[in-house]
């Protein structure tokens, strides 16, 4: 049975029952609560009706998540609600004061017409996109221009839903969430001391073991051990009768109730020893009677307890439930035979742990709780923040107490007041809680206390960050210097960049930021130079890395600077570029020249050109254009302390460091397989493959120089490019294709061209150039011309053993690799590979030499000698597919070559693992 029919039976079930004892009373089948009257109906069922009854809510509401507490007859029937838990797994509704993300979208069906009046109203319009909304405290969502729309209880589908019934807004496609967030500040504040009764392992029920205090009462029902020991012997156990009478052996009847335990022990042993000389007794309280009390006000479960007799009022609050939130901790009243006879106030337990007025219940005793008092609340830098009740008058010093005082970052200077003033507007009330006057200063209801916490800044101090040993604020002192702030390199770690000091300034007065720099290792020199300049207070130095980049921390300053600019005032920067370690913009400084501008970009990097730079330089001219200029640096003069030379900087200059020329002449080449002394070469610009096999020994005696593979990584990814510019283009003809007729289109076609279109987006390129190494080794004809290769960064040289194998692939039977034999055809290992295929084409069979090179048939004479060819040891001979049978695209027959040649190419090159 599914969870709606469930709750459809259950809402019927219930109905019925209630309906039958309150006939024309609704039932609330949304979250099936009944009304109070019909509780207290429901509680004058036969038990078997009631249980029923129950039974069908707890159903119900198991399949809503739900539960309902059972009445008792503890409870009064009026006053019972039934008790509603948070269910686990709760889906989230709205509630008052959520906070809501909605997203109004046009939707995709709407007409032009539609879409432009949306455009047009004004609100409709303000409303696109992702807006946040607040409800307010009846959970009502305020839209501009459109009704209130109540959305409490709802979940975020209900929203979407509701909010699209409405008229206005059927045109949104709506996506609402209701955002899990906690409230912070005033709005997080509770009533103290209500969680108090909240159901825990604690409670407040008397021991039940143990002496009794000696003003206990005794009365009816309370049980008497009395041990008589010397002449005359006994244990006995009598109970206070009905009358308050114990009838006591030997000494006769006793009237004990209303009297305390104490007074009654005694008497007892007066009697004993008047009457039974030479005897004497203990006499100790056995089981204790109960007593019915009642608990009514604004308790959460108000009505009659019977509880034990040393049960005092605050241990039948606990019974009862506790407290409600619109009850009163702090007047509750004590009533016997209809007078006041103890009044409790709970704060003095709560906050003193005062059990004094915390009287012990006799029978028939009433504990009422009236409604709460005036409230006053305390929120900030206070130790206990909550909503607290007041005896009528209470000052700022009595909240702060209740409160627990203030924390040590409270700035009690700086408390304020919010008050509603006679009721109709809001006013905030300046005190300063540190002084007398304020803290005698009298709070109304409804106040709220803020006490604000100090400034989060540090005064006087100075901060050190970045890549040093001991981060942190440092005290300033008058005079204080570089060097008073880092006393030594020990203190850097390793690696720091201690030419260029960046130093974030702020002025207390207004808060305007700027920067100055500073060269550390000159400070620490020479600490009476310039260089160890005068710190401030507020001073930010950051000491950089020369690993790690150096733009993440001046951004943020420059935004700063730019943010604080304005017309006619523009934020200065300047940048370096070009071989220095730390290219960037930095902070321009007023009198920075060229070597300071060096020292923040970290120094000149070791390629650098160190005889020349120039500085780009902007200017606006009249306020009407932007010239530029450039101007030499004779870097070399800078370099040697020549102040001539050394440029003063302006905003917005670049200084550009050029490369040595050359500097990367050395490159890196690698020879591996049969190669004498295989390994990593470093040559010179143009350096050509022969002068590099001479130096690493020329070839072994094992070698196999045709079938060499010369890889270099400029051809391989032009091979990539190409290649994927054919994929490209056989995937765009694949289309073009698969739209034609049925009747001119197969499918063996489109599938063919399918499978050729994703073996050619897996082929990755080689970057192979065919070279005839053996030429080189032997002094053939192409010496001097294969030789002359100008070797290039990465360029690799891959010569294998000999070979004595034939491979044939393509569309034969069987592609496989044979033994060389001297003699025999391309026809006879293409026979030895199973014969050809009925897809394969005759026409194009060709062969690729060990080297790469392509020898083909006499049918194809631009690639090859003819029909004739001979089979060498390391070939491999390609039987192409016949794709004219297919109908075939024009570059068909490129792509089946491409995935041919790159097969054989990866083959060779993995077989020198990779």
Sequence with gaps: ??????????????????????????????????????????????????????????SAQGSQ????????????????????????????????????????????????????ALQEDRALARLRGSQNFVLDDQGVLSLLGIESIPLLGLTENDIE?????????TGFDIDARILESEPTGAEALKPFGYDIFEPNEASFDPPMTGPVPPDYVLGPGDTVRVQLFGNVNGIYEFAVTRDGILNLPEIGPVTVAGLPFSEFRADV???????????????TMGELRTIRIFVLGDVNRPGSYVVDSLATISSALYRS????????????????????????????LLLRGDTSGDSRLQPGDVIFVPAIGPQVSVAGAVNRPAIYETLGKASVSDIITMAGGLQPDAYPDGARIERIEAGEQRIVVSIDADSQEGRAAALKAGDLLLIPRVLPDFEDVVTLTGHVHRPGPYQWRSGMRLNDLIESALELKPGADTGYILIRREDPRNRTVSVVSANLGAALANPASPANIA???????????????????????????????????????????????APGTFPFETGMRVDDLIRAGGGLAEQAYSLHAEVARYAVVNNEYRSSEVIDIDLDAVLRGDDAANLVLQEHDNLRISRVPD??????????????????????????????????????????????????????????????????????????????????????TLSMGKTLLAQLRATEAVGRLVIDLEDIAHGGDNRDLIGAIELREGDRLLVPKGSQAVTVIGQTQQNASHLHRPGLTQQDYIELSGGLTRRADKKLIYVVRASGAIVANNRSSWLGRGKGTEIRPGDTIVVPLEIDRIRPLELWTSVTQILYQAAIAVTAVDSFGG
Excluded: C
Aim: glycine share 8%.
């Design 1 to 58: 049975m599914t969870a709606s029919v469930k709750l459809s039976v259950a809402t019927l079930a219930l109905a019925a029952v209630l309906l039958l004892v309150s006939p024309g009373k609704a039932i609330d089948a949304q979250t099936l609560q009944p009304t109070a009257e019909q509780l207290r109906m429901l509680n004058q069922l036969p038990p078997a009706q009631r249980e029923q009854a129950l039974e069908a809510l707890r």
């Design 65 to 116: 998540a739900q539960p309902v507490a059972e009445p008792t007859e503890s409870l009064s029937p009026a006053l019972s609600p039934v008790v509603a838990a948070k269910p686990v797994g709760e889906v989230q509704r709205a509630g008052r004061g959520s906070r809501l993300i909605i997203d109004f979208s046009p939707k995709e069906s709407l007409s032009e017409q539609e879409l432009e």
């Design 161 to 169: 839903r509701r909010l699209g019934a409405e008229a206005l807004l």
């Design 269 to 283: 042993n007066r009697r004993v020893q008047e009457m039974l000389i030479g005897t004497q007794v203990s006499v």
């Design 321 to 348: 439930g506790g407290i409600s939130r619109v009850g009163s901790l702090r007047y509750i009243q004590l009533k016997r035979s209809g007078q006041v006879v103890a009044r409790l106030d709970l704060y003095d």
């Design 535 to 581: 710190l401030q207070p507020r001073d930010t130095a950051h000491v950089f890395s020369m690993v790690f980049g150096r733009q993440r921390v001046i951004e943020p300053i420059l935004e700063e600077l730019q943010l604080q600019s304005r017309f006619g005032e523009p934020y200065g920067e300047v940048s370096i570029s070009g071989n220095v370690k």
């Design 663 to 748: 500097w990367d002449a050395l490159t890196t080449v690698r020879l591996e397989g049969e190669i004498k002394f295989p390994g990593d070469y470093r040559v010179r610009k143009g350096e050509t493959l022969r002068e590099v096999l001479e130096r690493a020994g020329g070839l072994t005696d094992e070698a196999f120089p045709e079938g060499a593979i010369f890889l270099r990584e400029e051809l391989r990814e032009r091979e990539q490019d190409q290649i994927d510019l054919l994929a490209q283009r056989l995937e765009a003809d694949l289309t073009s294709l698969s739209l034609e007729e049925s009747q001119t289109t197969g499918a063996e």
